[in-house]
């Protein structure tokens, strides 16, 4: 059974010079809480409320759309490592409650905190997912709270130090690489096979699968498809590849 223990201060500094035995042992009141408790929850709140402020000391004589790119850049780079992360530290918490995996996940964001934005930061608040999984372990794993109050803290330092450098006027599109590679496929699609009029065939995107002939020869549609409305009489239709023309 674990309890709360009486370590000498010399002992204590020791143990937690090292790396792997580091975070083990911390200073607490008679009630296991120690002083940072309520600051920590409290500026967490804060930032999970606030907006990323603009940055006022911009380079004038810099390029404001390369900024606005290398800032999504950042912030999609951040959705790469962290998202996966995220995930399995809320399904290890809901589910599983796996120690060693909760302890795996926070110690690999811990490992990646410098890729982390302002904007990530607020867009997907870690920070309170962080907290709950904290919350949840903090009566019976105590080194699940030490490592989550360091991750968070972390959390904190990144954000100030990067926040009064975010591009005025960016606002962050999440998951920008998933969907240029869906539009690819769109595109690829829409391309169609040319018809000896010089023609394209039109998919009907409605349809995943081989269906029945939605439209007759004759209808008039209008359909939007990526690259604006189109409208005409369908002249004739594909039916091995749910296509019309």
């Not at 759309?65 to 290398?70: G, Q, V």
């Not at 972390?154 to 962050?172: L, N, T």
């Not at 081989?210 to 002249?235: L, M, P, R």
Request: charged share 40%; with cysteine.
């Amino acid at each position: 059974e674990k309890r709360l223990a009486w370590v000498h201060t010399l002992c204590a500094m020791f143990i937690c010079s090292s790396a792997i035995t580091g975070s083990l042992v911390y200073g607490c009141d008679e009630d296991g809480k120690w002083e940072e408790d309520d600051d920590d929850d409290e500026e967490e709140e804060n930032i999970a409320r606030s907006k990323v402020i603009d940055s006022e000391d911009e380079d004038e004589d810099g390029d404001p759309s390369r900024d606005l790119e290398k800032e999504q850049h950042a912030f999609t780079k951040c959705e790469e490592v962290f998202q996966p992360l995220m995930k399995r530290l809320q399904d290890s918490n809901d589910g599983s409650k796996d120690v060693d995996d909760v302890l795996l996940c926070i110690g690999t964001m811990v490992d990646n905190i410098e890729l982390l934005t302002p904007s990530f930061i607020q867009e997907y608040q870690i920070g309170r997912l962080v907290k709950e999984v904290r919350g949840s372990f903090e009566g019976t794993h105590a080194e699940v709270k030490v490592r989550c109050k360091r991750l968070s803290k972390e959390m904190r330092r990144v954000y100030k130090e990067k926040e009064g450098h975010v591009p005025a006027g960016f606002k962050p599109v999440k998951n920008l690489k998933e969907t240029k590679e869906k539009n690819k496929v769109q595109n690829s699609i829409f391309d169609g096979k040319k018809d000896e009029d010089g023609s394209s065939e039109i998919l009907d995107t409605d349809a995943n699968d081989v269906i029945e002939q939605k439209y007759k020869i004759g209808t008039a549609i209008s359909k939007a498809f990526y690259d604006g409305t189109h409208a005409g009489k369908i002249e004739k239709y594909y039916p091995e590849s749910n296509l019309y023309h």
